[in-house]
């Protein structure tokens, strides 16, 4: 895992918002984190879905954007090791300058063939808390092309962007509907080959094209959420119980859910 950030890494990810680097893991390393999410994904879909093709509803949009399976590491060991290592809050950490960096979730995201486009969108509106730090990571487990649906940015965007959900809709395009002024940013692909990672601030906007080919494009990621974070009364992931028993305002801090994978 080269898992070491120079000082123009963080630069460039603190200036745009997102950062890609190819060959990140190496073939072994990337085999394993292949192998867990394929199983997890398996254990969680169950045996009858059949993974890798258009899941559940072939009439529902969002059903055709990417298969999705949240917290896989709650349900497999080996995907437990792999997300809970320290090396990768470490980086998360090293990348959006903070001291301390807790789990938020998980999730593979895998775009089946001839899935539809990811829209426009930002992903720390949806969560519990309100940060300008937030950071997640997007391990390419297949080659992400601008054929198959890699990563597109709009540069910058995490510093002028509210909290407000634009969300994930079918039209590509919605989020200009909050922010137009951003219509006039050039989007910038991260194409990269499989084994890459690819880090994103939480506010930065950023969408993916459709699969146009025939072979899936497997994603594994994960979202961090800085040591300190505030609930701000979204329940998103948080259990039921967990949710009830908090009020706004609080610091979010239970490391059973949202375990501390790192500090200084
Ligand atoms: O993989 C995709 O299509 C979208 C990924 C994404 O939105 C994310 O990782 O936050
Ligand atoms: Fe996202």
Not at 36 to 54: F, I, K, P, Y
Not at 213 to 238: E, Q, V, Y
Not at 239 to 255: R, V
């Amino acid at each position: 895992m080269r898992n070491t950030i120079s000082a123009d890494q963080i630069k460039y990810y603190q200036e745009n918002g997102y950062l890609v680097i190819e060959h990140f893991l190496n073939e072994g390393e990337l085999d394993q984190w292949r192998q867990c999410t394929d199983e997890a994904v398996a254990d969680r879909l169950g045996a009858s879905v059949q993974v890798h093709t258009n899941q559940s509803d072939p009439n529902d949009f969002y059903a055709q954007v990417f298969t999705q399976c949240l917290r896989l590491a709650d349900t497999h060991d080996g995907m437990h090791d792999l997300i809970f290592d320290h090396r990768l809050g470490e980086m998360g950490a090293t990348l959006a300058g903070i001291d301390g960096i807790r789990i938020w979730h998980d999730q593979a995201l895998i775009k089946p063939p001839h899935g539809n486009h990811t829209a426009w969108h930002l992903d720390d509106p949806y969560w519990s808390f309100d940060s300008r730090d937030a950071i997640s990571m997007w391990i390419a487990l297949d080659d992400a092309t601008l054929e198959n649906g890699c990563l597109w940015y709009l540069p910058g965007t995490h510093k002028l962007a509210s909290y407000k959900n634009v969300g994930i809709g079918e039209n590509l395009a919605d989020i200009f509907k909050v922010y137009p002024e951003w219509k006039m940013i050039e989007p910038v692909p991260g194409p990269c080959p499989a084994g890459s990672i690819v880090w994103h601030n939480g506010l930065v906007a950023h969408a993916a094209g459709p699969n146009m080919t025939i072979s899936h494009r497997r994603a594994m990621t994960c979202a961090f959420m800085p040591d300190g974070s505030i609930f701000n009364g979204k329940k998103n992931i948080l259990p039921d119980d967990y949710f009830e028993s908090l009020t706004i305002g609080e610091t979010l801090d239970n490391d059973d859910w949202n375990t501390l994978v790192w500090h200084k």
